[in-house]
């Protein structure tokens, strides 16, 4: 079965970077995206960017672009997420999903979060 | 951006009951539509892709409909463990915008 497992919580002041890992397993294909979506506390859901684990494609939320990366490793399992700047309301647990690249690109499989704290 | 909208924002119903959630986008998505549900302290999960389509594992008194700017979540027959947070997802297109939820408690 197809499983995502995401790296630990993380602690940075206002100003750093932050790189949150999603690691994929039980795929027989490649041609999937990987999103990156967070929750601020008690708040709804947020999406972030995508990228194609295929063809390495990333594409992002206008109010996050030039603060936010998205990538893939050579091995094509494991995508990371690269926040900069960060500020306290950059708070949140961040979620990786996993979902079809083509159709109606829904998000399927989900990791089980990374909170990132941001604190002075 | 598409935006996203959802009704209620919240509601209470009891076990038994029939439930509604509306979801609108703010231009067409054709059926680019998907529900998730979440409990507290856990991850989404999908219920249904493509406005319609149920997901394996998803109980069958969960059910969606709806194309273009209209779209609704419907279940059947409220059971104890269908409290939590249901949301809606646009992916028509970039960003894959959601809505912003709508709480649902069993009285």
Redesign the interface.
Known sequence: QVLLVQSGAELRKPGGSVRVSCQTSGYTFTDYYIHWVRQAPGQGLEWLGCINLNVGGAHYAQKFQGRVSVTRDTSITTSNMDLSRLRPDDTAIYYCASGPARGVRSLDYWGQGSLVTVSS | ?IQMTQSPSSLSASVGDRVTITCRASQSIN??L?W?A?KAGK????LI??AS?L?SGVPSTFSGSGSGTEFTLTISRLQPEDFGTY?C?Q?FS????????TKVDIK
């Not at chain 2, 970039?94 to 939820?101: E, L, Q, Y």
């Open positions: 951006d059926n680019y998907n998730y979440q991850a989404p999960k999908l892709s493509g389509t997901q949301y997802q992916s970039t960003p894959f915008t959601f809505g912003p939820g």
